[in-house]
C-alpha cells in the first residue's frame, strides 16, 4: 500500500507541478502581449502625432505670413493644407486610447483653423493648446508618466 500512495503523491505533485508552470507560463505570454500591444500603440500614435504636428507647423508658417489678400493661390494652399490638418486630427482621433488627446487635438485643430482664417492674427494663441496637446498626446503613450525630466522610472 505505501509504495501506491507514493506513486499516487508523485502524480499529484506532478500534475500540481505542471498545471503552476503553465499559469506561469500563460501570465509570461499575456504579459508580452501587452508589451507588445503597447508598443504597436506607439508606434501607431507617434506617427499620427508626428504628421498632424508637422502639418501643424506649416499652417502655422503660413498663415503667419499670409498675404492680406482673399482668393489668392497662397489661400487655396492654405486651405488645403488646414483640410489636410484635419484629417490627420482625425487620425489622432481614431488611434488615440485616451479621450484629453482626441480633445487637445481637436481645440489645437480648431485655434490653427481660425488663425488661417484670419479670425485671429496673434499666432501666441496657439501655444496653451499645442503645450496641452503634446501632454495629451505623452500622457497616451506613456500613461502614468510625466514629461520632462522626471519621465524616466527611477531605479
Do not use: C, N
Request: net charge neutral.
Amino acid at each position: 500500500m505505501g509504495p501506491a500512495l507514493f506513486s499516487l503523491a508523485g502524480v499529484v505533485l506532478g500534475a500540481g507541478g505542471s498545471l503552476f508552470g503553465q499559469y506561469l507560463v500563460s501570465r509570461v505570454s499575456a504579459r508580452q502581449l501587452d508589451v507588445q500591444e503597447s508598443a504597436a500603440h506607439r508606434a501607431e500614435l507617434k506617427g499620427a502625432v508626428l504628421k498632424f504636428v508637422a502639418l501643424a507647423s506649416k499652417v502655422e508658417k503660413r498663415a503667419s505670413t499670409h498675404p492680406e489678400g482673399r482668393g489668392t493661390e497662397a489661400d487655396a494652399a492654405l486651405g488645403r493644407l488646414v483640410d489636410d490638418l484635419w484629417l490627420a486630427q482625425a487620425e489622432i482621433d481614431l488611434a488615440a486610447r485616451s479621450e484629453p488627446l482626441r480633445g487637445a487635438a481637436y481645440r489645437y485643430a480648431s485655434r490653427l483653423a481660425e488663425v488661417a482664417g484670419g479670425e485671429t492674427a496673434d499666432t501666441s494663441v496657439l501655444r496653451g493648446p499645442q503645450v496641452q496637446f503634446m501632454d495629451a498626446a505623452y500622457g497616451d503613450m506613456w500613461p502614468g508618466r510625466r514629461r520632462g525630466g522626471d519621465a524616466r522610472p527611477s531605479g
